[in-house]
Every structure is written in C-alpha cells, then in structure tokens.
C-alpha cells in the first residue's frame, strides 16, 4: 500500500501553529487516500499521544464522509504488546513506591542528617520519577555513579548515596520492570524488528514533541520507514535556518518551544526545510505567528530583534484580536476573564481558558456561577478534595491524635456520615442529635470527648438506639501510638470508615452507606483497593506516616464530570489545549512561576551533572509550556492575561509576555507601539467593567446605637460582674438581657484566661476548705499538691498544666504567709457563698457569689476576691470595677442569707498571677451605704424611659472587642459618634 511517494530521507510533515492540528491531521489523512481503494484506509497505523486527541480524531472521522477508519493506537498502548514478547510483566507504580520509602526510610535511619524524616514520600516520589526519566533515557545507574563530583559540593555526594538506593531496588525485582524500561524494551524490540522486517503499510506518528527520550528513539525509526511518517504539531515555519541551527545545544535553548524539533531534524540528519507540510491549512494570523517567533527567539540571539524587527509588517492586522489584560489582583484577573466568557456564551461562540495557575481557574468557575454558567472544567477536582476523599482523610485523622471536638464534628456532618442506602439510615436524626451534642460540647465540653461524655449525652434524652454505642465504638479512643504493617492500617481505615458512612442503624454486615457511589466514590474505591493489593510492600508505619501516605496517594486521583450546562464554556489545562480548538483562547496566569512554572528544585542531580548523564534538563518543562504558549497564542482571538500582585507581592510578567510587549514597544515605526497600546487599552475596558460590577452600592453608615426598650422589658437581675459592663457598655447588657442573646462558645476550646479563673478559684476553695479541717495543711507542699491534683482533672493540656502549676509554685510560699496573717485577723466563714438584695422600691434584685467570707471575733466581715488577672486599682473600683464594693454593700444588707446582715470591716482582692498581689476596696472613700445608694441611682436610670443602652460607652480600651460589637455595627461609628437613642416597642 502506498500513502506516500517513495523517498531515500527520513518523511516529517508538521502542522504550524494557529492550524487545528486533529481536524488538519484527519483532513490529510483523507485527502492523502481517496486515490486509493477503500479497504486501504483501514490498513493505516496512527499512534497518536494522548487518548484525548484520539477521541478528538475519531469524532472528526466519524463526522463523514463514510469511511472505514484507520487502526488508532496510543504510544503507551505499546506496552501491551511486550507480555506477547516475553518481557517480564511490569511493576506496579504504588508498589514501587511503597518498596522505595522503606529502602530511604532505612537509609534516613542509619543516617537522620541526611534529611528529614518528614521528606520520606517527597523523596520516594522524585526518586521513582528519576528511575523513570533514567529508564525513558536509557540511562544506567552505573552512568550515574561514574559521574565527575570532584568538584563539586558534598550534597552530590550524599545523592549518589541516595541514588545508589536504585540498585537495591533493582536488585529486589529481578524478574520484573518498571513501566518506563518495559516501553523502551518494547520500542527497541519494535525498532530492531523494523530493520529486519519493515512493516509495508503506512505507519504515522501524530501530535508528539518529543520530549522523551522513548519517544524521541520511535519517532526516528518511523521517519525512516518506507510508508512512515511523523507529523508534528505547532511547527515554526517562520523560524530562519541560522536559529533552528543554534537550537541543537541542550544547555541553552531546551527551554526554546521549538527545540525539540530542532533536536529531532538533527538527529535524523535532515534540515529545517526538509519539513513538509502536512495538509494546506493556513493558520488564523501569519502576521501574529511570525511576531510571536520572532519575539521567542533564543536569548542569546535576540540582536535579530534589531536586524529582523524592521521587516515585520501588518502589525496591526497581528495585534488585532489579541486583548491584553493585566489587571491589579487575581480576583479582578478573574472577573473580567468571567465576564469576556459571559460574553461568549451569549454570542453562542466557544470559549476556552488556559491556565495552569488551578487558584485562578477556581476563582472564574465561581465569578461565572453568578450567572448560572457551570464550565467544562478538564482537570476536574482532585480526589482528595472530593467528599470521599476528604471522609478518608478525616478518618485516617482519627488514628493520629485524641479526639478533638471539631475534629468528630467534621465526620459527624460529612455528608457521607450516617448515609445509609435506605430510610433506615435516618441521616435527618442523626443530624438533629449531632446538631444538639455540639451545642452541649461547645457549652459543657470536653476538649476531647470520649466514651463518658457521650453517655452523659444521652443521658435523659430520647436518641436513636445505639447511637450514643456507633460513637463510641468508632470516635473514641481511636489514636494509635504503635506502629502497624500498612496491611492491618487499610483494612483498619476501611472497617473504621465503612461503619461511619453506614451509621448507627443499619445492622447487615458488609454495608458502606454511599461512600463508593457515584463518580468519586468509584473512584476512590479503585485507589483503595489498589492500596489494599499493594499493602503488603507497605512495611511497618506510624498513624502519621499512614495518613500522610494516603493523602499523597490520593492526590494523584482526579475526578471530572463531564456534565456541564455550558459546553462552549471550557477550562483547559495545557496539555488539553494542544488538541482541542476554540473561537475564543483566553491565557490566564501569565506570570513567572505559574506559566512557566518554576523549575521543581532536583534533590539527586543538578543541571551540569544532568547533562553529563545524558538526562533531561529543568528547562524542558519550560520549553513545553513555551510551545503550549506558542501554538494558544496563534487562535483566531486571544486574551492574554496576568496579575500584577498576588496575595503576597508584586508579580513578575511571564518570559513570553515580557519579550511580547517589549518587541512590540519597540517596533514604533512600524505600529508595534500603536498595537500594544489598542491590546491594553481593549483590556483595560474590560476591566473597567469588572471593577464596576464589583462596586458596592452606597450603605449609610450605622449610628451608634442606644436603643431603648420598654421598661417592662428591661432586665429585673444582674449579677454584680455585670454591673461593670453595664456601666462601661451598656448595650451588651440589653444583647444579653433584652433580646436575650448569648455569644456562641467556640468549638475548639483552648486553655484560655477564663477557663484558668475558674480552675484557679477551685483550686484556692478546695484548698482554704482542707486547711479548715486540718490546719496542719496550710502549707506551700499541700497547696502545690491540690493544684496539680485539680489540674490532672480539669486541664487535659499537657502544656497548660505545667504553665499554670510554676506559676502556683512561684507564689505557694509567699501565699502561705499572707494567709496565715489573714487567718489571724478573720477565719474563713463561707466560701463561695451565693448572695441576693432587693433594691427597693425598683422592684429589682442584684446576685453575687462571693468567693470568700471571713470573721473575725468581734463579728466584721473580710470579704476577699481571687484574680488570676491584673486586679483592678483602687481608682478603677472607684470608677467601674465596683463589684467588691458593691458585694460589701450586699453583705451589710444581709444578701448572704446563712450570715445575716453584718458589718464589712474589709475587703481585698488578692491576684494570683505571675506574682501574688492583695488590692484592698476604698471602703473608707466608698462606704456600703453610699455604694448601696449609687447602685440604686444607677439601676434607677435605666427604669426611665429616656434613658437608652448605649453602645460602648466608656470601654476601658478602643481594641478591647466586645460580644455584641458586631450586632451594635461598631466600625461604622467610633467612640466619637453621639449615641442614637430609639424607642422600641
């Protein structure tokens, strides 16, 4: 069968960029055959690169006319042929990297300096990709350890310990293959075979650059075959001789897009115009094609800019439909990429976005959900943030720590949780029960709920039977400390995640909820149990290193649903963008770091020693994405956009964008400035309008609030620790008393100041009601003792209770002495003693607990106040910190039932912080009775009518926030604005 003429030099077509290389390869193709009959077209071999442009290519012939198709086969279809040939079978990736930590884990070991232990699977990922890329290459391990290092650093040293892991590992599976090595087996079996025995019927490698070595070797081979061919995609036909001639030296241009091609010419001993055209397609703008050559010409041949620049023409047909946006911040990067989408929905055209930058892509899926437009997303969402990805690693969690309270209420709400196939799950009761235990965690605790407090839970309650047993079966106690072969981990994180998702109710054996369904579940499901297959190479491991391995593991998973409402609306990826085409190609994220992205720093070989070895360098993935960036940049309309500042700094322009602009600004003569100026100026409107959309509408400024409730609803009881905030903002007294409003206490509790007051004053009453009964116990030993006793039971954070015992032990000493002084001028009478007085005739009562009361033998009162804070001058206790003053008025008043009315001789805060500190109450500036009559006085005023709870009123600092700030608007108003009294009904 003859396709092609017969020619003595190797046969390389390409396709230039701006040309839709699957519709122009499909085209070729047909056009190349109709002489021919047409059981002929069957007998055409295509191996293409990817199975999308193999999807894009038979929907195109499936479009007609009527024809048998050609056999199409991708290049990695190749390795399904090597078990035919007796090749070893090839070795499972996740096995690999399994065996490869534990051979570096025992590595780290015999030498911790080496690196981190936290590094393991960092490590075995970029030593598994360095086999890979050796094998691809074929690139021996003895190459590698036969490298000169003499003069370089000792890290390079220490990699070739590293590397020389490799030989273990080879060693290990002598009877297998990784996948790479059983490819380049096969391609080299195919190559040797062709000599012999070359194949009659047309061979045809499509949409490959070349970029691997493997890949590289069968190309060659096909070129020179008698009915082979290679067709190349985004070719440069602009580029002249002399560069495509410089390109050959690796160590300079393989971050060029067109290197790769260059390297292959080369190699096949062929020159830059032995390139053929494939088909006659003309690409959308030759004007834009060859100022975008130009302007990414290798570095140091730029001077043609100055020789060749004046001799580019029609800048401005090239320029025309290419919008350049650079907006100020990525969030206005995305809108106005958004709203240009928007657009092109509406104008029923196709629109595409490019970006590697997946924060700027999440930012346009969410500017475009405004409008209900929902994009064809290619890189779909990475498995582990899917819900099944996330319930795992929630519950891998579980065997790494103590419960905590946010950590069960995660699982608890996960949608996955207690979602049974049938009613009988009763997810709606299960929700209720979880919605009520937060709301007694976060108001009743523990930090780290158990066994206990989920029986304390139920206690008096009415729950779904054995809900409170599913909890503690599966949420408490569930840290592991020891470590366990990966084997006993996956069957323990499966048992432990299928009885979750199944919920309490649903008894049968075996039975998983929904956690396996739909398109995550499914494939979620497949990782595990390629985990559970490979377990066994798994080795012993902590909860931590178990966890962290299956988030790694779980990371390299993707889901996408292709179901989108929007067709025409899609986000690519570079590697999608090759093959597919649109009326619209927008290039997000062209900044440095993001496209190009940086070069990953290489851990085992640097670039001079990569280039001794015969491997490829860090800037091949730079020259990849520079093709990707050539061929997008040639569609029929382009945006190309960037940020100038992310959420950390100032951005730098991409490479290509750079050189774009700067040959375009100085280009003057011949419109190249002019051109630019139109590219930003189209962006700029862009802009403008997204900035406008974003605009808020004038909001008034809130005043500051005093709103005043009728009196009949005013708060008839306070306590005396209200009475300071009532003074200072009486607006949270109404939040509180009025409305009836309490702030939400935060899940996660911490070992914060009020939680050490209370401990504190528990500490301090246990230990005064000892000494009581046994005077022996007053004692610095005894009072350090009962603390650390209280704290084992009250304070589950390890760290907390070392930091609140020093500072008892600092001050246990001098304690002491003051209480034996005051033991001897008064007795302890009541501790913690609950007190009330009415004032009359308001009809309202004042409540207080005191926390000590002594006598002393005439019959006066010492009243004593513990603080585990500052305590408060005597000039405070004049102004606003009166609640001692106020609980010695309450005493003469005869508030504490058990003693009676009696008089107050003192009374004395006693601080208990870093240093013991005893602030005696002004009684003799602020007596009882006056202090009984300006309580009256003051509570009197707010049973007037016109007398409003202003907001703030005379906070003791600006930056002391409020529970109820947010609710009076503070912010919009500061401490200057005249309250705003309004009567409320």
């Not at 970029?211 to 036909?237: C, N």
């Not at 091949?620 to 061929?631: E, K, M, N, P, V």
């Not at 500490?763 to 005894?782: A, G, H, K, Q």
Request: with cysteine.
């Amino acid at each position: 069968m003859i396709l092609f003429d017969p020619q003595d030099s190797p046969r390389v077509f390409a396709v230039p960029n701006g040309v839709d290389f699957p519709r122009a390869l499909a085209q070729g193709l047909i056009s190349r055959s109709r002489s021919l009959p047409p059981e002929a077209f069957a007998r055409v071999e295509v191996i293409l690169n990817t199975s999308r442009m193999m999807r894009r290519c038979r929907a195109l012939f499936e479009k007609g006319p009527a024809l048998l198709l050609p056999r199409m086969r991708l290049l990695t279809d190749l390795a399904r042929e090597a078990s035919l040939q007796g090749l070893p079978p090839a070795l499972p990736p996740l096995r690999r990297r399994l065996e490869l930590s534990q051979l570096i884990a025992k590595l780290l070991d015999a030498q911790p300096d080496l690196a981190a232990r936290s590094s393991l699977y960092d490590l075995s990922d970029s030593l598994a990709n360095l086999v890979d890329e050796m094998q691809s290459e074929g690139v021996s391990t003895e190459v590698i350890r036969n490298l000169d290092i003499s003069d370089m650093s000792g890290h390079w040293a220490r990699a070739q310990q590293f590397i020389g892991i490799v030989d273990q590992f080879v060693d290990l599976h002598s009877d297998t293959v990784d996948t790479q090595a059983r490819q380049r087996q096969m391609v080299e079996n195919l190559i040797a075979k062709w000599e012999v025995d070359p194949p009659q019927h047309p061979v045809i490698l499509a949409g490959s650059t070349g970029s691997r070595g493997t890949t590289h070797l069968l190309m060659e081979a096909i070129a020179r075959l008698p009915q082979g061919a290679v067709v190349l995609p985004g070719y440069d036909f602009d580029q002249p001789v002399e560069v495509w001639h410089h390109l050959r030296d690796a160590l300079t241009s393989e971050d060029h897009p067109q290197y790769r091609f260059a390297k292959l010419v080369s190699d096949l001993d062929m020159e830059p115009s032995d390139v053929q055209r494939w088909s006659p397609d003309q690409p959308a703008s030759a004007a834009r094609n060859r100022l975008v050559s130009l302007a990414l010409r290798p570095a140091p041949v730029t001077h043609a800019w100055m020789s060749e620049g004046p001799e580019l023409t029609e800048l401005d047909k090239a320029c025309a439909d290419v919008t350049l946006v650079e907006a100020p911040n990525p969030r206005a990067e995305a809108l106005a990429i958004a709203l240009r989408l928007r657009q092109a929905a509406e104008d029923g055209k196709t629109a595409a976005l490019i970006s590697p930058d997946r924060m700027l892509t999440r930012l346009v899926s969410a500017a475009l959900d405004r409008w209900g437009i929902l994009p064809d997303d290619s890189a779909g969402l990475p498995l582990q943030l899917t819900p099944p990805g996330r319930f795992l690693r929630h519950v891998a969690e579980l065997f790494c720590r103590p419960l905590t309270a946010d950590a069960l209420l995660t699982l608890l709400k996960h949608p996955l949780t207690h979602d049974g196939d049938s009613a009988e799950a009763a997810r709606g009761e299960h929700l209720r029960h979880t919605r009520d235990f937060e709301l007694n965690l976060r108001r009743n605790g523990p930090p780290f709920p158990d066994t206990a407090s989920f029986e304390a839970f139920a206690t008096d309650r009415a729950l779904m039977p054995g809900w409170t047993d599913w909890l503690s079966q599966n949420f408490a106690d569930q840290q592991v400390t020891k470590t366990l072969h990966l084997t006993n981990w996956v069957a323990l994180l499966r048992t432990r995640a299928e009885a979750i998702a199944a919920g309490s109710q649903v008894l049968a054996e075996g039975q998983s909820g929904t956690l396996w369904d739909k398109k995550a579940g499914q494939e979620a499901r497949t990782v595990f149990t390629n985990l559970e297959a490979e377990a066994a190479y798994g080795g012993e491991m902590s909860a931590r290193d178990f966890a962290d391995l299956l988030s790694a593991i779980l990371s390299q998973g993707e889901v996408r649903d292709r179901d989108a409402p929007y067709g025409s609306i899609m986000i690519w990826g570079t590697l999608e963008a090759r093959v597919q085409g649109a009326d619209l190609v927008i290039l997000g994220g062209l900044n440095e770091g993001s496209w190009p992205e940086a070069a990953k720093p290489d851990p085992w070989l640097n670039r001079q020693l990569r280039h001794q070895a015969g491997l490829l360098l860090p800037e091949r993935r730079i020259g990849l994405s520079a093709h990707d960036f050539q061929q997008a940049i040639a569609a029929p309309e382009v945006w190309l956009t960037r940020a100038a500042r992310s959420d950390e700094a100032d951005t730098v322009a991409s490479r290509w964008l750079n050189r774009l602009t700067n040959l375009l600004s100085g280009l003057p003569d011949q419109g190249g400035k002019d051109a630019l100026d139109a590219m930003t100026a189209r962006g700029q409107k862009w802009l403008g309008w997204a900035e406008a959309l974003e605009r808020p509408s004038e909001i008034p400024a809130a005043l500051r609030p005093s709103p005043r409730p009728p009196v009949a609803s005013r708060p008839r009881r306070l306590t005396i620790t209200e009475i300071p905030r009532l003074i200072r903002d009486p607006y949270a007294i109404y939040a509180k008393h009025v409305l009836r409003l309490r702030p939400l206490n935060p899940l996660v509790q911490e070992p914060d100041a009020l939680l050490r007051g209370t401990v504190v004053h528990e500490i301090f009453e246990v230990f005064i009601r000892d000494s009581l009964e046994d005077p022996s116990r007053l004692t610095p030993e005894y009072l350090i003792e009962t603390a650390r006793s209280l704290l084992d039971r009250d304070v589950p954070w390890p760290v907390a209770r070392l930091l609140w015992l020093s500072r008892i032990q600092r001050l246990a000493a001098e304690f002491i002495l003051a209480e034996q002084s005051r033991q001897t001028r008064a007795k302890p009478l009541k501790l913690e003693a609950m007190g009330e007085a009415r004032l009359e005739p308001l009809d309202f009562t004042i409540a207080c607990r005191a926390d000590r009361i002594d006598q002393d033998e005439r019959g006066f009162l010492h009243l004593y106040d513990y603080k585990t804070g500052a305590p408060p001058s005597e000039a405070q206790q004049k102004k606003f910190e009166k609640q001692l003053l106020i609980e010695a008025a309450m005493a003469e008043e005869g508030a504490f039932k058990e003693i009676g009315p009696a008089e107050v001789a003192r009374a004395a805060f006693i601080g208990l912080g870093s240093t013991l500190k005893e602030v005696p109450a002004p009684l003799q500036d602020q007596p009882p009775t006056k202090i009984w009559e300006e309580l009256k006085q003051l509570i009197g005023a707010y049973f007037e009518q016109d007398q409003g709870y202003s907001s703030r009123r005379m906070v003791h600092r600006d930056d002391i926030a409020g529970d109820y700030d947010h609710l009076a608007r503070f912010g919009e108003w500061d401490r200057s604005a005249t309250p705003n009294p309004e009567d409320l009904t």
